[in-house]
């Protein structure tokens, strides 16, 4: 009870505080209002992250044009040489946490053995401030330049929670650049309405070792820009945060609040990200999205995708953006899938470490499991079908919908029993689908603006 008042105090303060409050909040929503990990925070509220230096020219550097340069500068500087040094970010071992991140050294002792064969220099510094959150990632703040941004390293033990070891493969960096490219791509040619995403803007690559360091913006945690709060979905069943957000939102009941806004934020955004990207969550637990709130707390009606390595693109539009937008470098091939139907599919109140948020039992504002569920997967339904037909202006109910066929009658039927799922069948040899695509290609070709009708060929091209 102590540390969720100490974030209310967070919240009420964060308008008169410094700008590192959105981080102190979000911190702490993800490692002491996280149901689903009680009695695992072990590690310190705040660390210092370890790395090591060595030339640029060792390494090979993936960074988008919209990569902010006060991060580049927090990781490339020059020495006394005027020679281009890298600080590559490493996972925190038992110098900085303590016996639980000895095993951290596993993966550490590759980089620093690679620099030693180099004739390198392997002392170990401590620039960054760490913040560790509910994954593998950590937030690193430059205490110089206050930039502030999300570092996934190699590592095997990650900073909260019970999660097996993860190398940083070159694979995953490339994948994320692509996807984080092509989803910027995209933005430029017609803003996302419901759903905006935490860029994947930077990798630092080192081939010989297949390691890499990604990088994520904190958007708008970063000082200077305009300033949003995110709240993890597994944070909304706690009983003191989400009753506050629902009362900064304007509902004295935090039940109705939440199943009015939840599964219509969750569909719309999910629905948004399939019909205009083509891309899908792998994993569609509650630790990959955030709500995000201004700094009053109020829900801006967006979900925030993070972890781009962590989604597959159906095959169709694939095919039709793999040129425009470099697909064709897709690393994993066994992402790029292809299925008769499209699925919308969420589970907010669960991680990838599994099990469910004992709050939906212990909580008092919130009801039963399988009645809550229940109800949302009902808002979440009427929302799909609202938002898939203003994107494509193709009424679903005219469509086959999968859950009608396995279950007449019972159209708001939960079938996934963790969270909510809509499919509607998908067949893009159909003229609807081809006359859909033949649209999101001229909206995409925004240098001839051409109004050509779109063949069939590239749909089976791959």
């Known amino acids: 009870m102590k540390s969720t008042l100490l974030l209310l105090v967070y919240f009420l303060l964060s308008s008169a505080r410094a700008s590192n409050q959105a981080v102190l909040n979000f911190h702490h929503l993800e490692t002491s209002v996280n149901p689903l990990l009680d009695g695992q925070h072990a590690y310190p509220d705040i660390i210092k992250l370890p790395h090591v230096e060595f030339p640029v020219k060792w390494l090979s550097l993936n960074f988008a044009d919209s990569l902010d340069p006060k991060i580049k500068n927090s990781l490339i500087f020059k020495n006394e040489l005027g020679e281009n040094i890298v600080r590559w970010i490493l996972a925190p071992t038992e110098l900085e946490i303590g016996p639980m991140g000895s095993s951290n050294n596993k993966y550490n002792d590759e980089i620093i053995n690679f620099i030693r064969t180099r004739g390198g220099d392997t002392t170990l510094h401590h620039y960054f401030v760490g913040y560790p959150t509910a994954s593998s990632?950590?937030?690193?703040?430059?205490?110089?330049?206050?930039?502030?941004?999300?570092?996934?390293?190699?590592?095997?033990?990650?900073?909260?929670?019970?999660?097996?070891?993860?190398?940083?493969?070159?694979?995953?960096?490339?994948?994320?650049?692509?996807?984080?490219?092509?989803?910027?791509?995209?933005?430029?040619?017609?803003?996302?309405?419901?759903?905006?995403?935490?860029?994947?803007?930077?990798?630092?690559?080192?081939?010989?070792?297949?390691?890499?360091?990604?990088i994520r913006d904190a958007a708008g945690m970063v000082p200077g820009r305009k300033q949003f709060r995110y709240l993890p979905a597994f944070s909304v069943t706690d009983e003191v945060v989400g009753r506050e957000i629902a009362l900064k939102n304007g509902f004295d009941d935090p039940e109705k609040f939440w199943s009015e806004h939840l599964p219509k934020i969750l569909a719309?955004?999910?629905?948004?990200?399939?019909?205009?990207?083509?891309?899908?969550?792998?994993?569609?637990?509650?630790?990959?999205?955030?709500?995000?709130?201004?700094?009053?707390?109020?829900?801006?009606?967006?979900?925030v995708f993070r972890d781009l390595a962590d989604m597959y693109i159906e095959r169709s539009f694939f095919r039709l953006y793999k040129d425009r937008y470099n697909l064709?470098?897709?690393?994993?091939?066994?992402?790029?899938?292809?299925?008769?139907?499209?699925?919308?599919?969420?589970?907010?109140?669960?991680?990838?470490?599994?099990?469910?948020?004992?709050?939906?039992?212990?909580?008092?504002?919130?009801?039963?499991?399988?009645?809550?569920?229940?109800?949302?997967?009902?808002?979440?339904?009427?929302?799909?079908?609202?938002?898939?037909?203003?994107?494509?202006?193709?009424?679903?109910?005219t469509l086959p919908n999968e859950y009608e066929i396995k279950y007449p009658g019972h159209k708001y039927k939960r079938t996934f029993k963790e969270g909510m799922s809509y499919s509607i069948r998908f067949d893009p040899t159909e003229k609807i689908w081809v006359e859909y695509f033949s649209k999101l290609k001229n909206q995409s070709d925004v240098h001839t603006r051409s109004r050509q009708p779109l063949s069939c060929h590239w749909l089976f091209s791959y």
């Open 328 to 397: 064709k470098n897709f690393t994993q091939i066994k992402n790029i899938k292809e299925s008769k139907e499209l699925s919308f599919v969420v589970s907010p109140l669960s991680t990838a470490g599994g099990g469910w948020a004992t709050s939906l039992y212990n909580h008092a504002w919130l009801p039963a499991q399988e009645e809550v569920l229940d109800r949302w997967q009902r808002v979440y339904t009427a929302e799909a079908e609202r938002i898939f037909k203003e994107i494509t202006g193709i009424d679903p109910l």
């Open 268 to 303: 719309a955004a999910t629905v948004e990200l399939s019909l205009r990207t083509g891309l899908h969550l792998d994993s569609p637990h509650g630790q990959n999205y955030l709500f995000e709130m201004d700094e009053n707390m109020r829900l801006t009606g967006r979900l």
């Open 137 to 214: 990632t950590y937030l690193a703040e430059d205490p110089n330049s206050k930039m502030i941004f999300f570092v996934k390293s190699s590592n095997a033990r990650a900073p909260i929670g019970l999660w097996l070891s993860k190398p940083r493969q070159i694979w995953e960096a490339s994948d994320a650049r692509l996807i984080n490219d092509y989803l910027v791509g995209l933005q430029q040619v017609k803003p996302f309405k419901y759903f905006t995403f935490l860029q994947e803007s930077a990798s630092l690559q080192l081939p010989e070792l297949d390691r890499s360091v990604i």
